[in-house]
């Protein structure tokens, strides 16, 4: 969306919304990541594989 906004002059708030995807980012990574197996989990904390990365 950030990317979108920024080239093709749709309506938003890039800053903002680039902002918000950094702050998720670093929240997501070390919570939701499981390095053992290099993939997402469901849920942070939780070991069991996330499917939306099945498709």
Request: net charge positive; no cysteine; glycine share 8%.
């Amino acid at each position: 969306m950030v990317k979108a906004v920024r080239q093709s002059g749709l309506p938003g708030p890039p800053d903002r919304s680039a902002a918000l995807r950094k702050k998720i980012h670093h929240d997501a990574i070390p919570n939701g990541f499981d390095e053992k197996r290099s993939t997402f989990a469901q849920y942070y904390g939780s070991t069991q594989l996330d499917a939306s990365l099945l498709r």
